[in-house]
T-cell receptor, first 115, second 114 residues
C-alpha cells in the first residue's frame, strides 16, 4: 500500500548549488502537485502536473524553479542556484483524477536546508 | 483570491472532552473544503472533505465537520478527543474553477492532555 514517496527526506545544499526533489505518486495516480511549506505557515501551491504536461505553474517562482513529470519515472522539482530563502519543506501530492472533488494524497515531504 | 483563516494557533483539551478546530474561508462561488492532519516530520493526511450535499461531513478517526455557507465556516469536530489526536490540523479550500489549487490555513496545533 505504497503512498506518495518523496526523496530525499532531508537535503542540505550550499548557496548556489542545485537541489533536486523527487516524488513518486501513488500507484495509478497521474496527477501531481507540489507545495511549499515555510515555518509557521500553511502549504502554498506551486505547480500542478499531469504526465508529461505542466497544467498550472502559477505558484512557482519564474526563475530558478522548474518541475517535470516524465512519462516514465518520478516527478522532479528542481531548484537552481539555491538561496537561503529556499529553505522550506516541499511536499508532493497526487490524485487519481484531477479536480477538487478528489482528495490529494501527500508524501512526507523533503526538508531543504540551505547553508 | 481564495483564502482560509484558522483563528486559533493552539487548542488544548482534556482527553474525553469535545474538540473543535475552527476554520473560515473566502472563495468565489461554491467551495471545495478539506481538513488534513499533520504529525511531526510527516506529510498531510486527509481527514474529510465537503463537496456538496449534506452539511455535516463525517471523516476518518471519528472526526466530522460542518459546512455553514452563511457563516463561511467549516469547523472540525470530534465528540471525544484522544491523546493521539494531538497534531497540527490544516483546513484547505479550493474554488470550482482551479479546483486542484488548494489554499491552506496556517494550521492549528491541537494538544490533548491525558
Amino acid at each position: 500500500n505504497a503512498g506518495v514517496m518523496q526523496n530525499p527526506r532531508h537535503l542540505v545544499r550550499r548557496r548556489g548549488q542545485e537541489a533536486r526533489l523527487r516524488c513518486s505518486p501513488m500507484k495509478g495516480h497521474s496527477h501531481v502537485y507540489w507545495y511549499r511549506q515555510l515555518p509557521e505557515e500553511g502549504l502554498k501551491f506551486m505547480v500542478y502536473l499531469q504526465k508529461e504536461n505542466i497544467i498550472d505553474e502559477s505558484g512557482m517562482p519564474k526563475e530558478r524553479f522548474s518541475a517535470e513529470f516524465p512519462k516514465e519515472g518520478p516527478s522532479i522539482l528542481r531548484i537552481q542556484q539555491v538561496v537561503r530563502g529556499d529553505s522550506a519543506a516541499y511536499f508532493c501530492a497526487s490524485s487519481l483524477v484531477g479536480g477538487g472533488n478528489q482528495p490529494q494524497h501527500f508524501g512526507d515531504g523533503t526538508r531543504l536546508s540551505i547553508l | 483570491a481564495q483564502s482560509v483563516a484558522q483563528p486559533e494557533d493552539q487548542v488544548n483539551v482534556a482527553e474525553g472532552n469535545p474538540l473543535t478546530v475552527k476554520c473560515t474561508y473566502s472563495v468565489s462561488g461554491n467551495p471545495y473544503l478539506f481538513w488534513y492532519v499533520q504529525y511531526p516530520n510527516r506529510g498531510l493526511q486527509f481527514l474529510l472533505k465537503y463537496i456538496t450535499g449534506d452539511n455535516l461531513v463525517k471523516g476518518s478517526y471519528g472526526f466530522e465537520a460542518e459546512f455553514n455557507k452563511s457563516q463561511t465556516s467549516f469547523h472540525l469536530k470530534k465528540p471525544s478527543a484522544l491523546v493521539s489526536d494531538s497534531a497540527l490540523y490544516f483546513c484547505a479550500v479550493s474554488d470550482r474553477v482551479d479546483d486542484y489549487k488548494l489554499s491552506f490555513g496556517a494550521g492549528t496545533t491541537v494538544t490533548v492532555r491525558a
